[in-house]
Each structure stands twice: as structure tokens, then as C-alpha cells.
């Protein structure tokens, strides 16, 4: 392995001073190096693969270009991945490097701690806190000490700006493209877990279907577990209940994923016979399922980079102001959604 | 937003030289503090969240202190995720910070090259690159200039040390899954897709057929492109031939996922009727579908720990020479294999 070239090997190598060498670099005006020789020492140094020293540099105008990412699940959801992605992206036009921590999906206040403690160890320039199913937090006190930005949460103390989906647009845009294509008896299936995404899409489901003129009936909701089995669970008793839908609101895409199966086995065909739309558009499921699932995005890799975003503005103005977003939440659509049949107008003629 | 709190201003508060407070804090032998007076610096320290600058350190050790993670595909599955996760938590242990550069999948030479050049700008200590659906890479030459290490692929040059997964051994094992359950007639669907993996599982198949003692069945081969409306109808098409397999390995769990769906058509019950395996363990379909799918787990996490615990071994010795590492890939078990039934005898007896 070959040792890091540094700029004692270019000055030696082109038989000049260190100081002519970093002028010739830096393309500093006060350096009265001529454009010959700082053209020669630029190829020399790109020759022997140099790289300025970040690291010094970064001493020099107390800034470590790095801006330090926590979050949850990395390993376990998409979500995370294109939180990093947006931030990564974000980052690269700014010219700073992500750092990243995961934090256990479950850890304490203390492990926080801790990995907030970890990147400030690593002089980061500002922190990114992504967390998961919360309405609020209290960030850890040290977050304070450098620029600070929340996804997926809410600061308890009102301090940190913070990013969160907005998860009751998301669902009542949800709702209106059923209401668009002609639906008026629309399904909910609302997941059993109280997650602040659940109180969300409820209330958006409520609201268009309200804004349409429509009744909320609460004959028309079939809670379940947000998984699959759920969505199967949940479908199959609406219904044998004699809910009698003719569009279907899973709360997420895994539930829709039992809706397609309870369709399937009760040979109602999508979206000829009953239109789905879910929520998250997690991959590889939305995509996946056949046809294509109509569902809801959430906007992480936007979240991601507003963070960046954000940070950028914080560490150039110390006075700015912590703000609470909510992010629209976008639709998806792929081939789950038709307009309604008359259903037993049909099936009358189809027996006689 | 506060300044950070510098080594001077700890001097300052405890009264103290910067050259006491930095031997108090490095708990130098030589720097003749007593252990009073450093006890009392350090809790200072504590108390006015002073963190040490690890930029100083860099400098002092020509280390940053940094491993650049170079991926693709962070924001579509979760597999950059647990490489991500795995690497991220060996840095931890080795007291290493990682930074992490999405590449676009389809990025070109050029492309990886400057990714490569950011994250030497950067001073990174060592460079894990990691690609998908490759057997060999010339990486860039300037990969040359720190340690680095593949994931996901070999170095065509032989001069990086690389980690793929054993797609082969991964193969086998779960179709010996499914002979030791009692199976003779397992049907592999293969991927229409010309990766790596393509090649390795349909090898694996057949190196557990013939260990078995069984022959390798072409009616029991039935390919579909690698996604769930490619396995469903492989799976259609193999039933309709009357390839009549007790057991379906998938080549992936998208493809085990229209396996599902196909057989739920067919009133053929998971696992009392057709057992199925896929690869991949992708989430959230494996855990997802129902019965839980039994399938075959890529190493990522110990990808992505392997490549960062390379790093250090090559950090630390310049003489260590590259290697190629083919890590197992292990099964997961849910409830998606049972012992094959008779069915001819069970179906005649029931219509008896």
C-alpha cells in the first residue's frame, strides 16, 4: 500500500516550495506563482494523485465538512435508504460528507445519547435525528451543541426544526382518486397500532370522504394488524359483513397485500370488481403485487434532503428560527384503481 | 446557536495551561497532573460539553479516522442497508466514522471514478465499494491509492480483496432443506436475468439434486424473469405441463411471491400440498407472505462487517495480500416446507 501523497512529495517532485505548491493549488492571487508554473505543479500533483487535506482545511476554517446522519431501521425498510439518499444527494451538492449512525430501533434515551455523543466526537457539523413512529421527541441536550435537524418527529421543546409526513393529506389524496374514478362506497382499513401515521390516515380518509358529501360509515372500516395478514383478516371480515365496498383503503401496502389474496380467493378481480389503493409505496411490494398497487409515497428521500437543506441554512445564520413541517405525501398511481361496476345490476342480468 | 466549546476555553475555566488540560485529558504520563487536578479538568470538560477535536488527532496521526462506503441501490432495497449496517457497526468497534456516496446503478466508469475521488477528497482512511449483479470489476485506478475492498464483486485486476455471497452453497442448502423433508420432485424456477446469481443458484440446484442421488429434471425447470408476475407464470406454466413437484424452489422471494398466488389459484395449499422455498429473504415479502416463507438469507450485514474489518487488517499491514472471500449464505426457516404428501392416493381416496 503505498503511502498518502502529501504536499511535501509534489513540492519535492516539482522543485519548488510547499508554499508555492499550496498557492498553485488553492489558485490564491496573493501567491505571484505564474500561470505556467502553477499549470506544471496542478499536473504534478494530479499526476502523483494528490488530495488536498480535508483535515486541515477543516482545522483552518473550524468546519469538518461532515454532517452526521442517525437513524433507525437502515437495515430493516427502504425508508431509511432513501432518507440516506436524499440527504447523501443533498450533501454532495453543498460539498459535505454524510456520516452515518444507526441507532437500535428501540434504544433508550441513553444509547441516543450516545450516538449523539459518538458524531459530536467526530466533529460533525451539524446532526441529523431520523427517528420512526413518534409524534414528538425530546432530543438528547447534546444535540444542542451543533446545528440540529428532526425527521419523523416533532421536538417536544420546540427547539429543533423538524420534517414529518404529511400523513392525513397523503391519505385524503388517497381517497379522492377513488372518489375521482366514481367510487362512493370506499373501505378503510385501519391499522390497530397506535402510531401517529394511524390517527393520521384516518383522519384523512375522514376528511374526503366529508369533502365529498359522503357519510363516514363506520360499516365501511375493518381494522387489522398493519401487515399482511392483517389486510387478509380485515378484508375478509368486511366482507362477510356484507360491507360491500366497491374501492378498498388499506392503511399500507403490506395490508394490501392481504387484500389482493382476499380478493383473489374470493374471485373478485382488481380492479374490475373492487379498486385498492395503499399507503407507503414500499418497495418491492407496491411493485410487486399484480396489478400494479396505486399507493401513497412517503416523501423520505425529500425529507432527507430538506434536512441537509435546512442544516446548511442553520450553520450560515445563527438567528434562524426552528420550524415544524409536515411534507405532502404523494400518489402513486399504477393499475388498482377503475371506475366502479354496478355490480349487481350486472350479476341480475348475468343469472337471467 | 453556541460556539463549540474549545480546548482553550476549558484552559480558561479551570484556570489551567492548554498544555495541563491536554495531558489531563489524554491521561498522559508524562504531563505531571495530578490526579485531582485532572479529575477536576475533566469533569470541567464534561460540563461545558467540550469534545476532543479529532480533526487535531487526524492531522497528528495522517488519519481521519473515516471509511468511505461507496454503494448503489441504497433507495430500492434493503440490501445496501444491511451492508450499510453491518459496515457502520464494525466502524463502531474500531472506533472509525463511515461516510457513505450512493452511486447510480447504472453509473458509468466516469462516474464511479469522481465518486471514488469525493471520498478521497474527503481523507477517508480506506474505500469498501460495493456493486450488484457483477462477477468481476476493474475498479478505478485511484481506488489504488488507500486500502479498499470490493463487496459484491471480484477485481477483475486481482488486486483488491473482494467478498460476493455463495450464491451455490446457498442454493444447495435449500434444496437439501427441501430433501430432507422428504421431497424428490423439486421444481426449480430459474431467473430469465443473466446475473451472477442466475448462474450460482441454478448450479447449487443441480449439485443437491445429484448429491441426493436424484436426476436433474429439464420438466421440472420452468423460468420467468425475477420479479412475482415472472414466478407466478413459470409456476402456471410448470403446473400445466404437469411437472407435478412436490416442492418449488424459487430462484428469488419476488419470484416465490407469484408462486403464492399461483397456487392459491390452483387450490394447491402452502406447505400441505406444494412446499416452497425462494432467496434472498428479502424484507417485506418473506416475513409477509402467509405461511411465513421459508428462503435463503444473503450475508449482507457480514458483508459489510467483513469489509470494514479488512480495512483495518490492510490499515494496519501493508504486506497483506488480497483475497477473494465467497461468504455462505444461510436458510431461514419459516413455515413454508412440510413433508410431501401422496396426493394421488389421498385424491383418490377422497373421491371415494
Not at 451543533?146 to 385524503?172: C, F, H, K, Y
Not at 382518486?177 to 402510531?195: K, Q, T, W
Not at 378484508?235 to 360491500?244: S, Y
Amino acid at each position: 500500500m503505498a503511502r498518502r501523497v502529501g504536499i511535501k512529495d509534489v513540492a519535492q517532485e516539482a522543485g519548488v516550495s510547499l508554499t508555492t505548491v499550496s498557492h498553485a493549488l488553492n489558485d490564491s492571487l496573493n501567491g505571484r506563482v505564474n500561470a505556467e508554473t502553477r499549470e506544471r505543479i496542478k499536473e504534478i500533483a494530479r499526476r502523483m494523485n494528490y488530495h488536498p487535506n480535508r483535515l486541515a482545511r477543516g482545522l483552518r476554517t473550524n468546519s469538518s465538512g461532515m454532517i452526521g446522519l442517525l437513524t433507525e431501521e437502515i437495515a430493516t425498510t427502504p425508508h431509511a435508504g432513501r432518507i440516506i439518499l436524499g440527504a447523501q444527494e443533498a450533501a454532495s451538492r453543498h460539498n459535505l460528507t454524510l456520516a452515518i449512525i444507526n441507532s437500535a430501533l428501540q434504544a433508550d434515551a441513553d444509547e441516543r445519547r450516545n450516538d449523539v455523543l459518538a458524531l459530536l466526537d467526530r466533529h460533525v457539523d451539524g446532526i441529523i435525528y431520523a427517528t420512526v413512529y413518534h409524534d414528538t421527541v425530546t432530543p438528547p441536550e447534546e444535540l444542542g451543541s451543533v446545528p440540529a435537524v428532526l425527521i419523523g418527529a416533532t421536538d417536544r421543546t420546540g427547539r429543533v426544526s423538524s420534517v414529518v409526513p404529511d400523513e392525513r393529506q397523503g391519505a385524503a389524496d388517497a381517497v379522492r382518486h377513488l372518489i375521482a374514478a366514481g367510487h362512493r362506497r370506499i373501505a378503510f382499513l385501519p391499522s390497530l397500532v397506535d402510531v401517529p401515521a394511524t390517527r393520521g390516515r384516518l383522519l384523512g380518509y375522514e376528511d374526503a370522504i366529508r369533502e365529498a358529501g359522503l357519510e363516514v360509515d363506520p360499516a365501511l372500516q375493518s381494522p387489522g394488524e398493519p401487515e399482511a395478514r392483517g389486510g387478509y383478516a380485515a378484508t375478509i371480515d368486511l366482507l362477510d359483513r356484507g360491507g360491500d365496498p366497491t374501492a378498498i383503503f388499506a392503511y399500507n401496502d403490506r395490508m394490501a397485500m392481504g387484500v389482493y389474496r382476499a380478493l383473489a380467493e374470493r374471485r373478485r378481480r382488481i380492479p374490475q370488481d373492487v379498486s385498492v389503493i395503499g399507503f407507503d409505496d414500499q418497495a418491492p411490494i407496491a411493485g410487486s403485487l399484480f396489478p400494479g398497487l396505486t399507493t401513497v409515497a412517503l416523501p423520505h428521500y425529500e425529507m432527507g434532503a430538506w434536512a441537509v437543506e435546512t442544516l446548511t441554512t442553520l450553520l450560515n445564520d445563527d438567528g434562524a428560527h426552528a420550524e415544524s413541517v409536515r411534507m405532502p405525501c404523494r400518489t402513486v398511481e399504477r393499475e388498482s384503481i377503475a371506475a366502479p361496476r354496478k355490480p349487481r345490476a350486472r350479476a341480475t342480468s348475468s343469472r337471467a
